[in-house]
């Protein structure tokens, strides 16, 4: 199977929408989703954006990878191409790393990250990924 690597525009939001929505639904988190758009024509995606580490400097951070199910992905390299493509991005943009998350029950995505090289940095950190939303967040907020 042939593909192309390119920047979403604007023309993509329903393959997007559609495809993020297959994520949670993957992951167990659909219910919390609020995408309603349909359409069948982009095959993966990956979300990424640039932050800052006190310690390492400017760091690529991935949000999501996702190639859709029923894809033949296995092999043909499309996860590798998605998450290679985001390396180049925050290479050519001076990060020092790429970090992203994984929930611990997805073994085939833990052991294609470990494939691709990376390590899971949660025990030697020894931080939690923390979160503050709905009526805390507006709490938290509040002068």
Same mark, same amino acid.
């Given at each position: 199977m042939d593909f192309t690597l390119r920047a979403a525009n604007v023309e993509d939001c329903k393959d997007l929408a559609r495809m993020m #929505?297959? *994520?949670s639904e993957h992951e167990k988190i659909a219910h919390k989703m609020k995408l309603t758009q349909k359409g069948h024509i982009k095959i993966g995606y990956a979300i990424y954006f640039y932050s800052w580490s006190? #310690?390492?400097?400017? &760091?690529?951070?991935?949000? @999501? /990878?996702?190639v859709m199910p029923g894809v033949p992905r296995y092999r043909k390299g499309i996860g590798k191409a998605l998450m290679s493509k985001v390396a180049q991005l925050g290479l050519a943009a001076g990060c020092t790393q790429l970090n992203?998350? &994984? *929930? @611990?029950?997805? +073994?085939?995505s833990l052991e294609f990250y470990f494939h691709q090289g990376c390590y899971d940095f949660t025990a030697e950190s020894g931080y939690h990924l923390m979160r503050c939303e709905g009526e805390a *967040?507006? +709490? /938290?907020?509040q002068p």
């Open positions: #929505m297959e *994520l006190s #310690m390492s400097g400017r &760091v690529i951070y991935m949000e @999501d /990878l996702y992203f998350a &994984v *929930l @611990d029950w997805n +073994k085939p *967040l507006e +709490k /938290l907020a």
